[in-house]
């Protein structure tokens, strides 16, 4: 039977680094919240950013508590190549997911659009012209001006480009506008 007592450092020490690692996550996430609210992300990229925090805290708890209960680190390097090896060559065969995972962090970190933002979709086959709807890790939604849903790959919106169309908002409401206005000049007045 084991002693638990023989361990009494290593526990100690994994108590400590999951406390601290807890806390750091802890004030992340609060940093996020609150970055996220001053700068107007929306929620669905504040989830992409909280995954990946999640993740981040996670491995730095795993390779800790593997330094501290002494896991040999040349057997733990082998084993980490292995794994990563296996992800390589499941990117490589799923090579459009990870460039649409990669497009997305470009919309998200780079890129001015916006949900709710009208674009145009600059390609030379297809004539793409509506509001976003949402823009998630894979896809971009996007009601068009005949209403229908698209779902376009995030790796296109960036390899095809596209044109924020603001002005063309301001002259469709102008439009609209003055229609309503020109139809009340027109009803005879009671």
């Known amino acids: 039977m084991i002693d638990p007592m023989s361990f009494k450092s290593e526990i100690l020490y994994t108590i400590i680094l999951l406390v601290i690692i807890f806390s750091l996550h802890y004030l992340n ?25 999640n993740l981040l805290f996670s491995i730095l708890a795993i390779v800790g508590i593997s330094l501290i209960w002494g896991v040999n680190l040349e057997d ?17 065969a799923q090579w459009s ?7 997305s962090v470009i919309l998200f970190f780079s890129h001015p659009l916006r949900l709710g933002d009208r674009i145009r979709v600059m390609d030379k086959d297809f ?5 976003v709807e949402d823009i998630s890790g894979f896809y971009l939604f996007m009601r068009t001006d005949d209403g229908k849903r698209i779902t376009i790959p995030t790796n296109l919106v960036i390899q095809k480009g596209i044109e924020i169309l603001k002005d063309e908002i301001r002259t469709e409401q102008k439009d609209q506008e003055e229609q309503k206005e020109q139809k009340q000049d027109k009803e005879p007045e009671a």
């Open 29 to 53: 996430k609060s940093a996020i919240r609150r970055f996220g609210r001053s700068s107007s992300i929306d929620m669905n990229s504040r989830k992409v950013i909280f995954y990946l925090n």
């Open 76 to 92: 733990f390097s082998v084993f980490l190549s292995s794994v990563l090896a296996i992800l390589g060559i499941g990117f490589v």
């Open 127 to 131: 004539d793409w012209t509506g509001k």
């Open 97 to 103: 997911i990870l460039s649409n995972l990669t497009a």
